[in-house]
Structures are given as structure tokens and as C-alpha cells.
């Protein structure tokens, strides 16, 4: 599976947001500015973010985005679905009733040997994400560099 760059960028931008003051809104130039990120296409991933409401974006002077709940409720399937879409990785397109006995009125999604196990593994894939949240990457962050937490909130500004 193939996730788009924008994953990335929106899982890094919520942990930097994370460590702003409450209410902090950042402007999308601001943010795009810390990883040297083209403004435009961050913009869109972090529209994205709010309409699925892990952001609020404001207008105005002192506009910008700041996270739209607390990090400890923002898991990472979130971020990823927001940005991806919920559709899954693997769609069957039960190709096996056009196969050697394959029947139309069968749902192969549900018979299917490969079906069932990449269903399987899709469904670990996103037990693993959902169970993570933007607070524990907060938090190992922050254990492996204390540093990084003043850092980003100085480069924020």
C-alpha cells in the first residue's frame, strides 16, 4: 500500500500543533515554512484535517489552524482517513465469477481466500493505527528529544 506524502505532513503538522498554547491558531505558510513544504498543497491536506474536524481553521489576522480536539483523542486513522479517504486498501472487484467456475450470483468479497486475508490485514492495519494516538507520538517524541517540543512551539512563532 502507497500512502500519499500529504500523510506525512498532516501527522507531523498535528504533532507540532499539539505543542502550541491552547486556542494558538498557525497560519498554513507557517506551518509549511518548518519542513520546507510548498504552502499550497499543505493548505489543502490541512483543509482536509478540518473538515474532518481534527482542526479548526480560522480567518483573519491572527488566523490559521490549531488542533480541533485534544491530541489524545486524534488517533492516526484518523489523520490517514481525513487526508485518504476511508475507502480501503484492497478492493476486490470478485474477479473469480468470471474465473473457471465462477458463479455471478456469488459474492466472492465474502468467499474468497485472498479477499478474506487482505481483509484481515487491512482490518490489523487499522486496529494499529487507531490505537495510536498523536498524544503517544507527542510523547515518544519528547522522550527521544526534549528539545523538540521548545523548538517547534520558537519555530511556530
Known amino acids: 500500500m502507497k500512502m500519499s506524502e500529504g500523510v506525512e505532513w498532516a501527522l507531523h503538522t498535528c504533532v507540532n500543533l499539539s505543542w502550541t498554547d491552547p486556542g494558538e491558531a498557525v497560519p498554513a505558510a507557517r506551518l509549511a515554512e518548518v519542513f520546507a513544504l510548498p504552502t499550497a498543497y499543505l493548505s489543502k491536506h490541512l483543509q482536509a484535517l478540518a473538515r474532518a ?27 490517514v482517513t481525513a487526508i485518504e479517504g476511508p475507502e ?32 484481515k490485514a487491512e482490518l490489523a492495519w487499522r486496529a494499529e493505527l487507531a490505537g495510536q494516538t498523536i498524544a503517544d507520538i507527542r510523547r515518544t517524541v519528547e522522550q527521544r528529544d526534549p528539545a523538540a517540543a521548545p523548538a517547534t512551539r520558537e519555530a511556530l512563532r
Open 53 to 79: 474536524g481534527i482542526l479548526i481553521s480560522t480567518t483573519g489576522p491572527r488566523g490559521g489552524f490549531r488542533l480541533g480536539r485534544d491530541p489524545g483523542d486524534i488517533t492516526l486513522l484518523d489523520v
Open 88 to 119: 480501503d486498501a484492497f478492493r476486490c472487484r470478485r474477479i473469480l465469477k468470471d474465473g473457471p467456475g465462477g458463479r455471478p450470483d456469488v459474492d466472492y468479497r465474502r468467499t474468497c481466500a485472498v479477499s478474506q486475508a487482505m481483509r
